[in-house]
């Protein structure tokens, strides 16, 4: 028997069940007797939380097709965070077990940073103990913060939302010749990556976002103010693009309305669009307004980008074309060729070089000031937004994979 | 000569351009001289900002389609109220002297109560000085309030993006097994019609939204609160749809952080959502999100629906025939003629039984507790999501119309 078990884990993206549905088409076509989902990540495994992918990924193209343009999870995610297998060998021979009773050749983990992070551990614990399953990551984030891929999947996809939204927001802002801003604020708590992408709204008659602050340059209130009045002196309407993650010189969050941590250690923010829309109310006279685009830049499949879909789609196909070939304790990568034409191929890399780093902005690619980007960052982001998908509609609403699973366990 | 003038009141919609569109292509087609559009509502009239659409219109079918489905107002918004013509005869002396100045023999303005009550002041004025122009109303508003059309242009698209969101926001909560709220906020002061539409995004996996609150209805938080639990013994995710215009049985606004009043009285809201969310966190041990659709639920073009986009179009070009039929006065209206299979015709209404009055949602179209529509809702709602407008994307980023006239006057 050869089968293999799928998961996902971390944060929704638009492309996550695009890398899914790659992984299963490609295990299908490879000769997989059983291909197996895991629901909610890791602790599917723990639980033997599984269902069975085979029939959809040998029999049902059509229904391989919807999922790989639906939004979020369609296995679900987790916020189980794997502790050191010296301080749980516990948890790893619970983990192991159930590859053994599944007789599982293959583990495919598609996830973030934490999840890279996973994948790297439990490889070293099953070459530690002999085990011969091969442990595959597949990358997605729409933070786009992982090192050893050109970018990752689900990134593309959220740039696309976020430039059209704001090109929206501006059209809906140029109405009125009153003296205004808006303050849009973009997911990223450590990466500006996203936030960056919103220069791709830049039309030949519209300016917008007129202003970028990532979280790889220190925030200046000060600063900030100024550039605003700079701005309103040359637009009527100010278009603003915030990161979330924006911290003073000091290391502070510009928004510390909430401090909580989850599993991870992360801090969860709130309100840094809100934080600063207070701030020029109590400085500026012109109306203020502040967008939060929350959920939606990672979960509008609708206007997702089909570069991003189908590179996904192909590093998951890749990601089971490396097991065929005996790799273990490595990330299915994109490798860029050119950016103009644009073209990419796949490679595999080790995932421990993955695991827990971030990368950043370049800081040549934030201008001087830390309030723009550079061409060299447009060149970068513009192919990965480039194509849409054609998602089928019945009554007006897009189709979407039915994840009722998830719902009645 | 046989001119017009077009302009756009009131708050952005996907459709208000549509309707435009509309006016112009009939007004090319019936032998309009000149086709002139008023920059930023009736002030563009006191202020003889005129810009010429005529070739456009008479030339240029591929920009008239980008107009068709461009977001927000081509032809820019006003904040101006028309004073009444026994206080301020002047205003009106030299808005009809802008209308002889041009030879103007009609003048169509879209927009929603405001605007109409606007239609309203200058017909009684021109006909009480014995202008023979005609003065017609083309409604818009994503509000859906409008007295005597079945819906208004901007309505349906606003639904199906709230729809549509609801479903994605639905799928990105069910990822995780663990209980949680999430809230989403959407438009609509007086009238709940845009938060009722979020029952579209009901699906045979999904009951999201699972509670539907709407400023008909009185809210109490007790009720709520009530309702939260009941659905959270049921549903490991629940979704809310709530309308920014709730109020409690006196008639407060449940988000009262904001009492500022904008030119026509109305009361300036923030974060219904929000005040919820801290509610349901300070009684509830699960998590508690909440979400505002914001500005994009009124300017998501992307995601407009065509039912809307090519009624609001029809809906310009009836305005045309009115005029043509000597008819003043009067708003263009959507009379539906059968829901299944959906038909509808249009006629013309007399504009006084429109201004400044509101149609709510029917009580017996919300269910006795007060947090959920019925099938009636449903019924009525359903067809004006349906279809999908075909935007061109260049680079990745929907082209819409150059709107650089707004910016630089």
């Given at each position: 028997m050869k089968n293999c078990i799928i998961a996902q884990s971390g944060g929704p993206t638009a492309a996550i069940n695009a890398s899914l549905a790659g992984v299963m088409a490609a295990a299908a076509s490879m000769g997989y007797d059983n291909i197996y989902g895991a629901l909610n990540g890791i602790t599917g495994i723990l639980d033997k939380n599984l269902i069975e992918l085979t029939d959809v990924a040998k029999n049902d193209p059509k229904m391989l097709n919807i999922l790989k343009q639906s939004p979020a999870m369609y296995l679900g995610s987790c916020r189980f965070k794997l502790p050191k297998s010296e301080d749980a060998s516990d948890v790893y021979e619970k983990i192991f077990a159930t590859f053994e009773e599944y007789d599982i050749s293959a583990f495919f983990y598609i996830g973030g940073n934490d999840s890279m992070d996973t994948v790297h551990m439990l490889s070293a614990y099953g070459q530690k103990t002999d085990k011969p399953i091969r442990i595959i990551g597949v990358p997605k984030t729409i933070d786009n913060d992982l090192c050893e891929t050109d970018h990752t999947p689900g990134f593309g996809s959220a740039a696309k939302y976020v430039a059209t939204s704001i090109l929206e927001i501006a059209h809906d802002a140029y109405i009125y010749d009153k003296k205004s801003v808006t303050i849009v604020e973009i997911m990223g708590r450590d990466a500006g990556w996203l936030t960056a992408s919103s220069v791709l709204a830049r039309t030949a008659y519209s300016a917008a976002p007129h202003l970028i602050y990532l979280p790889e340059m220190p925030f200046s209130k000060e600063?900030?103010?100024?550039?605003?009045?700079?701005?309103?002196?040359?637009?009527?309407?100010?278009?603003?693009?915030?990161?979330?993650?924006?911290?003073?010189?000091?290391?502070?969050?510009?928004?510390?309305?909430?401090?909580?941590?989850?599993?991870?250690?992360?801090?969860?923010?709130?309100?840094?669009?809100?934080?600063?829309?207070?701030?020029?109310?109590?400085?500026?006279?012109?109306?203020?307004?502040?967008?939060?685009?929350?959920?939606?830049?990672?979960?509008?499949?609708?206007?997702?980008?089909?570069?991003?879909?189908?590179?996904?789609?192909?590093?998951?196909?890749?990601?089971?074309?490396?097991?065929?070939?005996?790799?273990?304790?490595?990330?299915?990568?994109?490798?860029?060729?050119?950016?103009?034409?644009?073209?990419?191929?796949?490679?595999?890399?080790?995932?421990?070089?993955?695991?827990?780093?971030?990368?950043?902005?370049?800081?040549?690619?934030?201008?001087?000031?830390?309030?723009?980007?550079?061409?060299?960052?447009?060149?970068?982001?513009?192919?990965?937004?480039?194509?849409?998908?054609?998602?089928?509609?019945?009554?007006?609403?897009?189709?979407?994979?039915?994840?009722?699973?998830?719902?009645?366990?």
């Open positions: 600063n900030f103010i100024a550039d605003v009045k700079e701005q309103l002196e040359k637009h009527t309407q100010v278009i603003i693009a915030v990161s979330e993650g924006v911290r003073d010189a000091e290391g502070n969050y510009i928004s510390a309305s909430s401090k909580s941590n989850d599993a991870f250690g992360h801090v969860q923010l709130n309100g840094t669009g809100k934080t600063l829309e207070n701030l020029l109310n109590n400085t500026l006279d012109v109306k203020v307004r502040s967008i939060e685009l929350n959920v939606l830049q990672r979960s509008a499949e609708h206007l997702s980008s089909l570069t991003d879909i189908d590179e996904s789609f192909a590093l998951g196909q890749h990601a089971v074309k490396m097991a065929e070939d005996g790799i273990t304790a490595c990330m299915a990568a994109v490798k860029r060729l050119s950016s103009s034409p644009y073209s990419v191929t796949y490679a595999s890399v080790p995932v421990e070089k993955v695991a827990n780093a971030v990368k950043s902005v370049p800081k040549e690619w934030i201008n001087a000031r830390g309030n723009d980007v550079t061409d060299a960052l447009v060149e970068y982001a513009a192919p990965l937004i480039v194509g849409e998908t054609q998602i089928p509609y019945k009554n007006g609403l897009p189709v979407y994979a039915d994840i009722s699973h998830l719902l009645h366990k």
